[in-house]
């Protein structure tokens, strides 16, 4: 998962409204979001190394995750960062708790970003900033680097998720929110640690191309039951959407 923009409105009608683009190498073996059997979580599968990126679960949890590319960019690591959201979503352990048991093995994980939720609270740590925060309500951003980093393409992300509101998943507004595949200006392109021509490629919000890409995007809501609608798109090398899912989960449910 490379980029997600997420509105946080506890106590309104509708407190989650996600939208998340997953970009990747499009040869990767993957599995398009589903039921995983005997885990109670719905999420797409990694086939290469067994995990997911984004995932929920019947008891209203949810968990987000994407690399962090300064900084990490040419290291190897021991564990599948992957298996952090599948870890979380499938156990019945507490962000409190698995936040710690987490840091403790830190250093196993190459770089990442993960959003933890319970239907009530979200949580963000991250490899950069263990400590974590709980997130006050608002609109914010996330794609290769710490949270809220203003990106070119996650602040374009934000401007868009203000136009969703509280309508439904087939509004209007929400059709548009990370499909644009502009690049930025070669002046407002962060420096990662990788060439300029690969900085630029990625500076769009879906990114085309035939070997790497945006392979799907993933949007949800949260209601104030905690119950979950989501709904996925497979894309195309063009960044068009060739197949779409969308499952519905009575959040609370143990």
């Not at 995932?55 to 040419?74: E, H, S, V």
């Not at 564990?79 to 093995?105: K, N, P, Q």
């Not at 209007?172 to 644009?180: E, F, G, H, N, Y």
């Not at 690969?198 to 890409?213: K, M, N, R």
């Amino acid at each position: 998962m490379c980029l997600a923009v997420f509105s946080w409105q506890p106590g309104s009608a509708v407190p989650l409204k996600l939208v998340a683009n997953r970009d990747e190498f499009r040869q990767r073996p993957t599995q398009a979001m589903h039921w995983w059997p005997d885990q109670d979580l719905l999420a797409g599968k990694d086939l290469q190394a067994g995990g997911t990126w984004l995932g929920f679960n019947r008891r209203g949890a949810f968990a987000l995750l994407t690399n962090i590319r300064p900084g990490f960019i040419g290291l190897s690591s021991a564990l599948s960062r992957g298996d952090l959201v599948r870890e979380f979503l499938h156990g019945r352990t507490g962000i409190e708790a698995y936040h710690r048991s987490v840091r403790a093995r830190l250093d196993d994980y190459g770089g990442f970003n993960l959003v933890l939720g319970d239907g009530q609270r979200l949580f963000y740590f991250s490899s950069v900033h263990p400590t974590g925060q709980w997130l006050a309500p608002g609109i914010h951003g996330l794609s290769n680097d710490s949270l809220n980093t203003p990106w070119p393409k996650t602040e374009l992300a934000k401007q868009q998720m203000c136009a969703w509101h509280e309508a439904g998943l087939q509004a209007k507004a929400r059709q548009t929110i990370l499909t644009s595949t502009a690049l930025a200006p070669s002046h407002q392109l962060p420096s990662t640690g990788i060439p300029l021509d690969w900085e630029q490629s990625l500076s769009a919000q879906t990114i085309v191309g035939d070997d790497y890409g945006t392979r799907c995007r993933t949007l949800a809501r949260q209601l104030r039951s905690g119950a979950f609608e989501v709904i996925e798109h497979q894309l195309d090398a063009q960044g068009q959407i060739i197949t779409s899912a969308q499952f519905s989960l009575a959040g609370g449910a143990d």
